[in-house]
């Protein structure tokens, strides 16, 4: 969308994630995850957080072309008017020129009725960041008969689902996924101050983590990833710890300008 767009341009993204190798010769078809919750009362209008998975396709290629989708924990005061942990998903078609939005403020993603959660909902309990940690479990995968991506969310291994993007709202992510990564993300204005990531500790101090991090196959098969690796556009502020079998932390205190 082009409002999308133009907010993107005001603002700073900076990540600290894993990712798989990207490859136009591999095929992926879903990725699961259990992500730590945190919630920030006083974060700033100005600022949003996340924790998150992505599916894409075509980065390196024309940007018209680009197809993702977001899907995880989000804080984000200016588009939801409070400071509340909400389980978020975006999608493009287009590198949001033309396509796409959050949640379900535009037509795309097909919720079901009933589901136990609706993307844009609070999540609770809230996590502070000294305890009382919420963890929920995100399974995103391609339907081998629909060809669509179907949502799944609960914790640990009791998922439900909460509904699917049509294949047809993609390009290249309709056939599958050139890359799959795993963690944080945060925004802020271009020249201010960077928010927090993850619980907002460093990884001495007991960061945020993902943990039973799997892909899924075409067949639906959960399997271990490989060939992980990591990225991180500001070290200063945020890192991602080794990845050990299924698990790695990350997240950070912010802080840092740009």
Known sequence: MTNSLT????????????????????SY???EATLAV?????????????????????????????????????????FYGDSLARFFISWTADADRKTGCFDLRCEGFRSLNGAVVTPGDVID???TGKGNQ???TIRIFKDEISGDWWLYYGQYDNLSPV??????????????????????HVS??????SPPMGNGHSL?????????VQYVGQNGQKYLPDELRDYVDNKDCYQVSYFVYDTFHYGGPGGCTN
């Not at 907010?7 to 490859?23: G, V």
């Not at 049509?166 to 050139?178: H, I, M, Q, V, W």
Request: hydrophobic share 35%; aromatic share 16%.
């Open 29 to 31: 078809y879903g990725a």
């Open 38 to 78: 945190y919630s920030y009362p006083y974060l700033k209008a100005d600022r949003s957080t996340a924790g998150l998975i992505g599916v894409l396709y075509g980065q390196g290629g024309p940007r018209d072309q680009f197809n993702e989708i977001l899907v995880g924990w989000t804080v984000d005061p200016k």
């Open 204 to 212: 001495g101090d007991g960061p945020a983590y993902f943990k039973g």
């Open 134 to 136: 919420s963890d929920i």
């Open 163 to 184: 509904g699917y993007f049509p294949k047809t709202l993609f390009g290249g992510l309709a056939d599958r996924a050139e890359q799959i990564y795993f963690g944080g």
């Open 7 to 26: 907010i993107r341009l005001l603002l700073k993204l900076e990540w600290a994630i894993y990712k798989s190798k990207p490859n136009d010769k591999w």
């Open 188 to 193: 802020f204005l271009k020249g201010g101050v």
């Open 125 to 127: 309990p809230l996590s």
